[in-house]
């Protein structure tokens, strides 16, 4: 997540709250490998929107916090409570430590989410939150591509309903590519391939071939070799 810092405004500058004592506790783990997250920083910020004369929207920035988790990954965060009505507090994980992480919050209903909003911060009280922070994998796909006759050839790595890590694109040039596509470990994902028929119209129309099922190591070392003709499908 990033932000821009407007410094050179007064409103950067505004004065801290009276604050109420307050705790965000909790513990990170890798849910895929099955592995607590050690020396896991965890940064609360507040932020809110403050123009500086530049195209917007801008943001001020203000750590209220940080913490690392310990060898078991747990944690305890506290702070001084105190939002502004136009001020909203949010987390940052790992930055600028190298190493990352793809994170997410447990929410009320028991589910793992990219939400931040599932961090609902009760002034005064001892808050728990839950995160799942893994590093994805490496999927290396060997495409073989047939009459690649509306390219680009598509590829994702769908889990759960949703391409997490991006697509790759296969033109015509490319009858045969290699490639890697990130997703998550340890985990039944689906590989699927499409192209789109009159993609700059009104009317797209999307042509997809069967998909494959693939379960991915804890590791890098997962391979695919495939031969897709346009034809099919």
Same mark, same amino acid.
């Given at each position: &997540?990033?932000?821009?810092?407007?410094?050179?405004?007064?409103?950067?500058?505004?004065?801290?709250?009276?604050?109420?004592? =307050?705790?965000?506790? /909790?513990?990170?783990?890798?849910?895929?490998?099955?592995?607590?997250?050690?020396?896991?920083?965890?940064?609360?910020?507040?932020?809110?929107?403050?123009?500086?004369? /530049?195209?917007?929207?801008?943001?001020?920035?203000?750590?209220?916090?940080?913490?690392? =988790?310990?060898?078991?990954?747990?944690? +305890?965060?506290?702070?001084?409570?105190?939002?502004?009505?136009?001020? @909203?507090?949010?987390?940052?994980?790992?930055?600028?430590? /190298?190493?990352?992480?793809?994170?997410?919050?447990?929410?009320?209903? /028991?589910?793992? =989410?990219?939400?931040?909003?599932?961090?609902?911060?009760?002034?005064?009280?001892?808050?728990?939150?839950?995160?799942?922070?893994?590093?994805?994998?490496?999927?290396?796909?060997?495409?073989?591509?047939?009459?690649?006759?509306?390219?680009?050839?598509?590829?994702?790595?769908?889990?759960?309903?949703?391409?997490?890590?991006?697509?790759?694109?296969?033109?015509?040039?490319?009858?045969?590519?290699?490639?890697?596509? &990130?997703?998550?470990?340890?985990?039944?994902?689906?590989?699927?391939?499409?192209?789109?028929?009159?993609?700059?119209?009104?009317?797209?129309?999307?042509?997809?071939?069967?998909?494959?099922?693939?379960? @991915?190591?804890?590791? +890098?070392?997962?391979?695919?070799?495939?031969?897709?003709?346009?034809?099919?499908?």
């Amino acid at each position: &997540m990033a932000f821009l810092s407007c410094d050179k405004n007064d409103d950067y500058d505004r004065e801290e709250l009276p604050g109420t004592p =307050t705790s965000i506790v /909790g513990n990170v783990k890798d849910y895929h490998r099955n592995i607590n997250i050690d020396d896991f920083e965890i940064a609360l910020i507040k932020i809110w929107s403050c123009p500086d004369g /530049g195209i917007g929207p801008n943001y001020c920035i203000r750590e209220v916090g940080k913490v690392l =988790t310990d060898s078991d990954g747990n944690f +305890d965060l506290e702070f001084e409570y105190n939002l502004r009505a136009d001020e @909203t507090y949010r987390l940052l994980f790992n930055e600028d430590r /190298g190493d990352y992480r793809y994170v997410e919050y447990l929410n009320a209903n /028991g589910e793992f =989410t990219t939400d931040y909003e599932a961090l609902n911060i009760i002034k005064g009280q001892e808050n728990s939150l839950t995160l799942n922070a893994f590093k994805p994998v490496k999927v290396s796909l060997n495409l073989t591509v047939l009459n690649n006759h509306t390219p680009p050839l598509v590829t994702g790595i769908k889990y759960n309903g949703n391409f997490e890590f991006g697509t790759n694109f296969t033109y015509t040039s490319e009858p045969f590519e290699k490639f890697e596509l &990130m997703t998550r470990p340890n985990s039944e994902v689906e590989v699927h391939f499409w192209y789109i028929e009159n993609y700059t119209s009104n009317n797209p129309i999307f042509h997809f071939a069967p998909s494959l099922q693939y379960t @991915t190591s804890a590791t +890098d070392d997962n391979e695919i070799t495939i031969e897709i003709d346009c034809n099919d499908f």
